[in-house]
C-alpha cells in the first residue's frame, strides 16, 4: 500500500485526537488526507497535518476505533515515511504545522523511540523549524518525555477520564495514577527545571460520554490539573459510538454538553472561577441549555455591578464582559467615568448579555428581576 493510501486510513483513525475548540470530527480529504483545520481561541483556522504513526494498539479502550479486539485493516507509517510526507504538504503551503500521535503497536517504550525518531529527522536531518504537536503515550518513560519537549513546541497527554474508576470503565489495561498522572507531573516539573526545553505549553483531552462520570468530576479534575500542573489547556472529545467496539450500542454523547463543558473550563481557566460558582443540575451535569457564566451570575448576589468601581476580579464575572473589555474599562474609567452603553459596546461588551447586571454612574439599567 502507498504512503498516501496509508496517510488516509491513519488519519481518520486519529479521530479522536483533537486540539481545538470545536468539537467535531470530518473525515480526510482523499486528495489530501491528514489535514485538520484547527480551530484557535480566536476562532483563527491552523491546517495541521495530523495522523497516527500507526493504528496498531495493544490498548483495549472501549471507545475507541483502534482497540485492540476490533478487526480492521492495521497499517504504519516508517518515521521517514511520515516525516517526508509531513514535508510535503508543508513546503506545498498546505498545513503550518505537525501533530503526532500514534497507537501503540509493540510497547510504549518503541513508540514513542519511533515518534521522537520522526521529529528528529524533521528537526535534525532536514532543518524543519516550525510548529510540532507531539502527543505523549501515557506510560512512558521520564527520559522520554524531556526528549519530547525538547524537541516540540507543545506536548499533551490523554487524560481520558476524571477519576481511575471512569477509566477502568473504557480501559483496563492502563493505571490512571501512575500512567497518567505521575506523567503530566513529569511534563510540569522537566518544564520548570530546564531551560533547554522549547516546548512552550501542555494539555490535555477527556472523552466525554464513554463513561458514567458527571460534569462535577469532570471539572473537578481539570481544575485541580491547571493549579497543580500549570497545564494550559484541557480538550474535550465527545463520545461517538463506533462499529466493533464494546461500546458500539452506547449512546452518544450530546455536542450541547462538550460545548457547555469548554465554556465551563473557560471559566476555571482563564477567568479563574472557583468550581463552588459554577452551576449544576441536580445529576451534578451543567445545564445543555444554558451558558454557565449567566447561571453563575444570577446565583451571586453582587449584581447589579458599578461599572465604574468594579474590580476586575468582579467585572470578568458579568455575562458579556470578557478579560480584555474588563481591562479596557478599568483604564479609560480612571479618566472619565462611563455613562452611556454604546461607550461599552465600543470596548467589546456584549450589552444585550451585560446590561441587567450592571449600573452607569449610579444608574440602574434593565432590572435583572425582569429576567
Given at each position: 500500500?502507498?504512503?498516501?493510501?496509508?496517510?488516509?486510513?491513519?488519519?481518520?483513525?486519529?479521530?479522536?485526537?483533537?486540539?481545538?475548540?470545536?468539537?467535531?470530527?470530518?473525515?480526510?480529504?482523499?486528495?489530501?488526507?491528514?489535514?485538520?483545520?484547527?480551530?484557535?481561541?480566536?476562532?483563527?483556522?491552523?491546517?495541521?497535518?495530523?495522523?497516527?504513526?500507526?493504528?496498531?494498539?495493544?490498548?483495549?479502550?472501549?471507545?475507541?476505533?483502534?482497540?485492540?479486539?476490533?478487526?480492521?485493516?492495521?497499517?504504519?507509517?516508517?518515521?521517514?515515511?511520515?516525516?517526508?510526507?509531513?514535508?510535503?504538504?508543508?513546503?506545498?503551503?498546505?498545513?503550518?504545522?505537525?501533530?503526532?500521535?500514534?497507537?501503540?503497536?509493540?510497547?510504549?517504550?518503541?513508540?514513542?523511540?519511533?515518534?521522537?525518531?520522526?521529529?528528529?529527522?524533521?528537526?535534525?536531518?532536514?532543518?524543519?523549524?516550525?510548529?510540532?504537536?507531539?502527543?505523549?503515550?501515557?506510560?512512558?518513560?521520564?527520559?522520554?518525555?524531556?526528549r519530547a519537549m525538547s524537541l516540540?513546541?507543545?506536548?499533551?497527554?490523554?487524560?481520558?477520564?476524571?477519576?481511575?474508576?471512569?477509566?477502568?470503565?473504557?480501559?483496563?489495561?492502563?493505571?490512571?495514577?501512575?500512567?497518567i498522572l505521575k506523567r503530566i507531573?513529569?511534563?510540569?516539573?522537566?518544564?520548570?527545571?530546564?531551560?533547554?526545553?522549547?516546548?512552550?505549553?501542555?494539555?490535555?483531552?477527556?472523552?466525554?460520554?464513554?463513561?458514567?462520570?458527571?460534569?462535577?468530576?469532570?471539572?473537578?479534575?481539570?481544575?485541580?490539573?491547571?493549579?497543580?500542573?500549570?497545564?494550559?489547556?484541557?480538550?474535550?472529545?465527545s463520545f461517538s459510538p463506533v462499529?466493533?467496539?464494546?461500546?458500539?450500542?452506547?449512546?452518544?454523547?450530546?455536542?450541547?454538553?462538550?460545548?457547555?463543558?469548554?465554556?465551563?473550563?473557560?471559566?476555571?481557566?482563564?477567568?479563574?472561577?472557583?468550581?463552588?460558582?459554577?452551576?449544576?443540575?441536580?445529576?451534578?451535569?451543567?445545564?445543555?441549555?444554558?451558558?454557565?457564566?449567566?447561571?453563575?451570575?444570577?446565583?451571586?448576589?453582587?449584581?447589579?455591578?458599578?461599572?465604574?468601581?468594579?474590580?476586575?476580579?468582579?467585572?470578568?464575572?458579568?455575562?458579556?464582559?470578557?478579560?480584555?473589555?474588563?481591562?479596557?474599562?478599568?483604564?479609560?474609567?480612571?479618566?472619565?467615568?462611563?455613562?452611556?452603553?454604546?461607550?461599552?459596546?465600543?470596548?467589546?461588551?456584549?450589552?444585550?448579555?451585560?446590561?441587567?447586571?450592571?449600573?452607569?454612574?449610579?444608574?440602574?439599567?434593565?432590572?435583572?428581576?425582569?429576567?
Amino acid at each position: 500500500m502507498n504512503t498516501l493510501k496509508k496517510m488516509q486510513v491513519l488519519s481518520d483513525s486519529a479521530q479522536y485526537d483533537i486540539c481545538d475548540y470545536v468539537n467535531h470530527y470530518k473525515k480526510s480529504d482523499i486528495n489530501l488526507p491528514g489535514i485538520y483545520n484547527a480551530t484557535g481561541p480566536d476562532g483563527c483556522k491552523i491546517p495541521l497535518f495530523k495522523t497516527l504513526m500507526t493504528n496498531k494498539c495493544v490498548n483495549d479502550c472501549k471507545y475507541c476505533i483502534n482497540q485492540s479486539k476490533r478487526n480492521f485493516t492495521r497499517l504504519e507509517l516508517s518515521p521517514e515515511e511520515l516525516a517526508r510526507a509531513f514535508l510535503s504538504y508543508y513546503n506545498n503551503d498546505y498545513v503550518q504545522g505537525l501533530f503526532l500521535s500514534s497507537g501503540i503497536a509493540k510497547d510504549v517504550d518503541d513508540t514513542m523511540e519511533k515518534m521522537l525518531d520522526v521529529i528528529n529527522i524533521l528537526r535534525k536531518k532536514y532543518g524543519y523549524d516550525d510548529y510540532i504537536h507531539f502527543k505523549v503515550i501515557p506510560g512512558a518513560n521520564k527520559d522520554s518525555i524531556k526528549r519530547a519537549m525538547s524537541l516540540a513546541n507543545r506536548v499533551s497527554l490523554n487524560i481520558e477520564s476524571a477519576t481511575s474508576d471512569g477509566l477502568s470503565q473504557i480501559s483496563s489495561n492502563k493505571d490512571y495514577n501512575k500512567d497518567i498522572l505521575k506523567r503530566i507531573s513529569w511534563i510540569d516539573s522537566i518544564s520548570k527545571k530546564n531551560n533547554s526545553i522549547i516546548c512552550s505549553s501542555s494539555t490535555t483531552q477527556m472523552i466525554v460520554g464513554a463513561n458514567d462520570e458527571t460534569d462535577v468530576e469532570i471539572l473537578s479534575r481539570i481544575k485541580s490539573l491547571y493549579k497543580n500542573y500549570n497545564l494550559s489547556r484541557s480538550y474535550f472529545s465527545s463520545f461517538s459510538p463506533v462499529e466493533g467496539t464494546e461500546l458500539e450500542k452506547r449512546e452518544e454523547c450530546n455536542k450541547n454538553r462538550t460545548s457547555k463543558l469548554y465554556h465551563a473550563d473557560s471559566l476555571l481557566n482563564i477567568y479563574k472561577f472557583e468550581l463552588d460558582e459554577l452551576v449544576f443540575e441536580e445529576n451534578n451535569q451543567l445545564s445543555i441549555n444554558e451558558d454557565p457564566k449567566y447561571l453563575s451570575a444570577l446565583k451571586r448576589d453582587i449584581f447589579p455591578l458599578e461599572i465604574n468601581s468594579a474590580s476586575f476580579h468582579e467585572l470578568i464575572r458579568v455575562p458579556g464582559i470578557g478579560t480584555i473589555s474588563a481591562k479596557r474599562i478599568m483604564a479609560i474609567r480612571k479618566k472619565k467615568p462611563f455613562k452611556k452603553m454604546i461607550d461599552l459596546r465600543k470596548l467589546g461588551v456584549v450589552i444585550d448579555r451585560a446590561e441587567p447586571f450592571i449600573k452607569l454612574d449610579g444608574n440602574y439599567q434593565i432590572a435583572l428581576d425582569k429576567y
